[in-house]
């Protein structure tokens, strides 16, 4: 009797570790480990990206519809989510709606970008190199007086350097928006200078020693080295310089000096009652096309640049 009594206690123990292991397996399945996720875990996190990236996606996949869709459609209840007919000719049209000062606004655009591009990376980059290669007094409190100044806000210098302008006799040119960006940004210098000190100071040493100079060590070795870096810096500068709107709002005043995004701005004062919002959202589509793809062609080099500046010191 004792001997059945084993025989079915032990059959139940081994039904319930299978029962337990099997839970287990499925529970792994479901939800993963601490290194792997499980089946359903995925499908939760994924609909969930999916789901913020269609509604970030949104805003931009309407401006696009709208802006290949006749007028009548852009007004419709219920909204029209695809345009029929497709209107290809709402790009052209929407050059000619102020007439020939879109070029000349391009022009001033891509000047002021690249000159903010060209000197916010190589000025930035030259400040961030002497914070992390150069040791001189007083380097750690004049890298925090920099840093300080992040906290500024713009609507607080902006009076101040309008005065400068002014009494330079600079306003209404373009010499505000593409001079300052050759002294450098706090932001971008902190960028550089945390990327810089991951580099061996051994190159510096041994560059030294064959008789490199300062300026040779900074061009032959630490700025190839760097190219993550300074990409992500310039693709910042690029995005920010090619959208920027508040400081040429306030420096210029001719039409022949505006930049892409003051004739954005006045896009709308040609039309008279209706406002060809078709037309406009075409213009918004083209002035949006250089920063997709300077984001598209430096993906690498920028993501890249993220990790390494925000993951080491």
């Keep these: ?17 299978a029962f337990a292991s099997l839970r287990r397996r499925a529970y792994i399945v479901l939800w993963g480990t601490a290194h792997r996720m499980g089946l359903l875990k995925k499908v939760l996190v994924y609909s969930m990206l999916i789901t913020l990236a269609a509604a970030f996606a949104l805003p931009l996949y309407w ?3 709208t802006a290949l869709k006749p007028l009548d459609q852009v007004y419709s209840i219920p909204p029209q989510w695809f345009p029929n007919p497709i209107m290809w000719s709402n790009f052209p049209n929407a050059l000619k709606v102020r007439g020939a000062p879109v070029l000349l606004c391009a022009w001033n655009t891509i000047q002021y970008t690249a000159s903010g591009v060209l000197g916010t990376t190589l000025s930035s980059a030259l400040v961030a190199y002497a914070f992390a290669r150069l040791d001189f007094p007083g380097k750690n409190a004049l890298f ?3 840093l300080s100044t992040l906290m500024i806000p713009f609507a607080v210098v902006m009076v101040p350097q309008f005065i400068i302008w002014y009494r330079l006799g600079w306003l209404d040119t373009l010499k505000p928006l593409m001079i300052p960006p050759w002294f450098g940004g706090a932001f971008n210098i902190f960028l550089l200078r945390q990327f810089f000190l991951t580099l061996p100071k051994d190159y510096d040493e041994a560059a030294l020693i064959d008789g490199a100079s300062r300026w040779g060590i900074f061009w032959r070795i630490i700025v190839p080295l760097s190219k993550p870096a300074l990409a992500t810096v310039a693709v910042f500068a690029f995005v920010y310089y090619w959208n920027d709107f508040l400081a040429p709002l306030i420096i210029i005043s ?21 406002i060809g919002w078709n037309l406009y959202m075409a213009a918004a589509t083209m002035f949006l096309v250089p920063c997709l793809l300077v984001f598209f062609f430096a993906q690498k080099l920028f993501v890249r640049g993220i990790v390494i500046t925000g993951l080491k010191r």
């Design 63 to 65: 401006m696009i519809s």
């Design 144 to 146: 925090m007086l920099i």
């Design 1 to 17: 009797m004792d001997v059945v009594l084993q025989k079915e206690v032990k059959g139940a123990r081994r039904r319930a570790n």
């Design 254 to 274: 001719s039409e022949e000096n505006f930049v892409l995004t003051l004739y954005l701005a006045n896009f709308k004062l040609p039309f008279i009652g209706q």
